[in-house]
């Protein structure tokens, strides 16, 4: 086993085909298909499954793939160390961002990524935060914005900012007509246009509404933010955001936000990585970008940075 064949396997697997992962490594089909052969004749097991839809990894398969990430990750960050820390960053680096930050956060970043660190191809992976956990463990991100305080092995969090969420309802809707804080007792009446599980926002909301003996009253589920701002703005219902979210968009002109207090209900943004794998310098870099964005926009990413 070589560091080519893994190389070529993690290919396939990402890709689902042997020729797609030929042309992007630009290498000959026949090789491919030869080294993937070579390679579990050498393990004496199945890797693959050839499906009418395309490649899939068996259980071993997928071991192999999650493995030989971390080996390739840490083969890539060797040269950078050599180098020392006056080389100009370079290399990829995957972020996993849940949507409702990538909907304020992804340009910034990518812009001043961009314009800071010109050397780094910069991917964002946007998905639920309850996903990132596991694609980090896998090796398919670098680095990960994550939602709670859950203590994962093998995962490392730094706090970067905690945020209040809020009721949001249409202009002049009654809810959201007092401008003064709403009791959390107050909230699981109302009709609720909430995302389904597991998005965290419908988890804090769901804890909050628990912690009172309530169960929220959700009328409707639908997982994309934008989507759910357009029916509250249509008044079929209310929904709970961060100002960060309802904030933004065209269709923010049409929403009010109310403060929901007695007690707030907060959530806290970390950003996580595998603590088995070595951070790169384009990768720490990516780091202080992020920690950057979210000391300066206060308003735009959060409701409140945390003290």
């Known amino acids: 086993m070589d560091l080519r064949q893994l190389r070529y396997f993690v290919g396939i697997v990402e890709h689902g085909s042997i020729a797609r992962a030929a042309d992007e490594l630009?290498?000959?089909?026949?090789?491919?298909?030869?080294?993937?052969?070579?390679?579990?004749?050498?393990?004496?097991?199945?890797?693959?499954?050839?499906?009418?839809?395309?490649?899939?990894?068996?259980?071993?398969?997928?071991?192999?793939?999650?493995?030989?990430?971390?080996?390739?990750?840490?083969?890539?960050?060797?040269?950078?160390?050599?180098?020392?820390?006056?080389?100009?960053?370079?290399?990829?680096?995957?972020?996993?961002?849940?949507?409702?930050?990538?909907?304020?956060?992804?340009?910034?970043?990518?812009?001043?990524?961009?314009?800071?660190?010109p050397l780094i191809r910069l991917r964002i992976a946007e998905g639920l935060s309850g996903h990132m956990s596991q694609w980090l463990l896998a090796g398919q991100l670098d680095l990960a914005l994550v939602f709670g305080s859950n203590i994962i092995s093998g995962i490392s969090k730094e706090l970067l900012a905690r945020e209040h969420l809020n009721l949001v309802g249409a202009e002049g809707a009654e809810a959201v007509s007092s401008c003064s804080e709403m009791p959390v007792s107050a909230l699981f009446d109302l009709p609720l246009i909430l995302p389904g599980r597991p998005h965290g926002?419908?988890?804090?909301?769901?804890?909050?509404?628990?912690?009172?003996?309530?169960?929220?009253?959700?009328?409707?589920?639908?997982?994309?933010l934008e989507n759910i701002k357009s029916l509250v703005a249509e008044r079929i219902g209310y929904t709970v955001l961060s100002a960060r979210v309802a904030e933004h968009g065209s269709i923010s002109a049409r929403l009010k936000c109310r403060p929901i207090a007695e007690p707030r209900i907060e959530r806290s943004i970390y950003l996580a990585r595998s603590s088995k794998t070595p951070r790169s310098m384009a990768a720490s870099s990516v780091t202080m970008v992020l920690s950057s964005l979210f000391a300066q926009s206060n308003r735009s990413l959060t409701d409140d940075i945390g003290a």
């Open 201 to 224: 926002l419908r988890e804090e909301v769901e804890r909050a509404a628990s912690r009172h003996g309530h169960r929220p009253n959700v009328v409707m589920e639908i997982d994309s």
């Open 26 to 117: 630009h290498v000959a089909q026949s090789a491919i298909s030869l080294h993937l052969n070579r390679l579990e004749k050498e393990l004496g097991c199945s890797l693959v499954h050839r499906t009418p839809r395309g490649i899939v990894p068996t259980e071993s398969g997928v071991r192999l793939a999650s493995r030989a990430r971390s080996v390739l990750t840490d083969i890539g960050t060797i040269a950078e160390e050599v180098r020392g820390i006056e080389a100009e960053p370079s290399g990829s680096v995957i972020v996993g961002m849940p949507t409702s930050l990538g909907i304020a956060l992804t340009v910034p970043l990518a812009i001043t990524i961009r314009r800071q660190y």
